[in-house]
């Protein structure tokens, strides 16, 4: 499979507890997205890389949100003290070229008791 | 206001029909639209791109943009079954060469197609 991956795909964890997901973007896809969803929302920007650099943080992405791309390749977003509002799907998304062409992966969908 | 108002629906018609999805958009920053599908608990599927005013047709789908009146459409010809899923219209501002790439999304539009 060559799409975008994102792992875990469920976490439920209880409130004020660390969390961490990965996503692996299609290969040679140099611009990797962070979005948030609720339900019955579309998704909310989070955050942008291009290559290892993160270019752009959304105001919905608080201090206690922090994400990387170490090597210009996979991602990880981490969520520190979770509480309940941040129970949602967290969606990655990767692009080349157009960075208006923005492919999905599954999600992880969080659940904070 | 939000930036880009979509119906959440639900949108229910007959297998065979031509459904009609629209998102109306309040900032003119937009230049780039686009359509996505999402079925439930997965991640959004891209359909349809478009940037200038006018219609773009692939096979069955159809997207029409009047950016004078905000307005874009996602036409659906031929509706089936396995169309049911959540339809989300998707806008963004020319790419600025490393500011906000982010795409601003409606809050999609659950159709159902009836067998």
């Known amino acids: 499979d060559t799409g975008v991956s994102q792992n875990p795909r469920h976490k439920i964890t209880k409130r004020g507890q660390n969390v961490t997901f990965r996503c692996d973007p299609i290969?040679?896809?140099?611009?990797l997205y962070w979005y948030r969803q609720t339900l019955g929302q579309g998704p909310e920007f989070l955050t942008y890389?291009?290559?290892?650099?993160?270019?752009?943080k959304s105001r919905l992405l608080s201090d206690r949100f922090s994400a990387e791309r170490p090597k210009g390749s996979f991602s990880t977003l981490e969520i520190q003290r979770t509480e309940q509002g941040d129970s949602a799907m967290y969606l990655c998304?990767?692009?080349?070229?157009?960075?208006?062409?923005?492919?999905f992966g599954p999600g992880t969908r969080l659940t904070v008791l | 206001q939000k930036e880009v108002e979509q119906d959440p629906g639900p949108l229910s018609v007959p297998e065979g029909a031509i459904v009609s999805l629209n998102c109306t958009y309040s900032?003119?920053?937009?230049?780039?639209f686009m359509w996505y599908r999402q079925y439930s608990r997965k991640g959004p599927e891209l359909l349809m791109y478009?940037?200038?005013?006018g219609n773009k047709e692939d096979g069955r789908f159809t997207a029409q943009v009047d950016k004078s009146s905000k307005y874009i459409s996602l036409f659906i010809r031929d509706s089936q079954p396995s169309d049911s899923a959540t339809y989300l219209c998707?806008?963004?501002?020319?790419?600025?060469?490393?500011?906000?790439?982010?795409?601003?999304f409606g809050k999609g539009t659950h159709l159902i197609i009836q067998p």
């Open positions: 890389f291009q290559n290892e650099a993160q270019l752009e």
């Open positions: 998304a990767s692009s080349f070229g157009n960075p208006n062409e923005q492919f």
């Open positions: 290969s040679e896809h140099n611009r």
């Open positions: 478009t940037y200038s005013s």
């Open positions: 998707a806008m963004s501002p020319p790419y600025s060469g490393g500011g906000a790439d982010g795409l601003t």
């Open positions: 900032n003119s920053a937009f230049q780039y």
